[in-house]
């Protein structure tokens, strides 16, 4: 009997490693596949201002940075001021959230293909701490803008983001009366508010200290090897079943 076991018990332990397989490395330190991205991640030390915190591994260069603490980039020719000069306090958010977008290599489980002429793919659905998205919804209120949502809709006509024709520019907290409203509905859900604070490992965060490790690797990490463990249950389970009805037949054999 012990011979007929051999092989079966083989396979058995072969397919609990693969079982517990480690985090997908596909999602891990990856760049998206976009117009100003690099291909892959690696270090840039003369990133600028408060793009500097990625400057260890970045999916962005030095001249993107700079780029993006400009009031008109020419990355996109996208203008914060479309409804009169937009507050420095709520601008500094907006620089954070594009330093986010084009230098972390950390936004691997939620990036997704998408068919758009300027890029290949986006992220989509990020867990961004709860703190980020208060701070950022508070210190914009008081700005101006003519639109819920900044993925599409503007007037490009003059080269440069417009507001459209019968838009009314009103407080941000006429157009995104929350937080979440803010977060989620400007960048088509790029962001989703999460219940976790900032340190919980299970969060984003768009602000953070350089000197104290990038806390993002540690929320991809979490969020890959779940991604993993969700993709096992399908295909593993009839065949778990499967040898354990083999193993009963050979048992009784």
């Not at 306090?89 to 997704?112: K, V």
């Not at 979440?180 to 768009?206: D, F, P, T, V």
Request: net charge neutral; with cysteine.
């Amino acid at each position: 009997m012990p011979w007929k076991l051999t092989p079966l018990l083989l396979f058995l332990g072969w397919m609990t490693s693969v079982c517990s397989a480690r985090t997908r490395t596909d999602l891990l330190n990856v760049c998206m596949d976009a117009k100003h991205h690099k291909a892959e991640p690696g270090p840039e030390d003369k990133l600028h201002n408060q793009c500097t915190p990625w400057k260890k591994n970045a999916c962005c260069s030095a001249r993107v940075s700079q780029e993006l603490h400009k009031d008109t980039s020419s990355l996109y020719n996208f203008t914060w001021d479309h409804c009169g000069k937009m507050e420095p306090a709520c601008q500094r958010h907006f620089i954070q959230d594009n330093c986010l977008y084009e230098c972390s290599p950390n936004l691997g489980p939620w990036i997704q293909e998408v068919n758009q002429k300027w890029r290949k793919e986006r992220f989509l659905n990020v867990p961004l701490c709860k703190e980020d998205c208060q701070s950022w919804w508070e210190d914009c209120r008081t700005s101006y803008t003519c639109k819920s949502n900044w993925h599409r809709g503007w007037d490009w006509t003059s080269g440069s983001n417009k507001c459209p024709t019968g838009t009314i520019c009103r407080t941000f907290e006429a157009y995104f009366p929350t937080p979440a409203a803010l977060c989620e509905g400007l960048w088509s859900h790029s962001y989703k508010l999460s219940n976790y604070s900032r340190g919980s490992g299970r969060c984003i965060q768009m602000w953070f200290d350089p000197a104290q490790g990038n806390p993002n690797e540690e929320v991809a990490r979490f969020y890959a090897l779940a991604l993993t463990a969700e993709a096992w249950p399908q295909g593993i389970r009839p065949l778990l079943l499967c040898l354990a009805l083999m193993l009963s037949l050979w048992l009784h054999d």
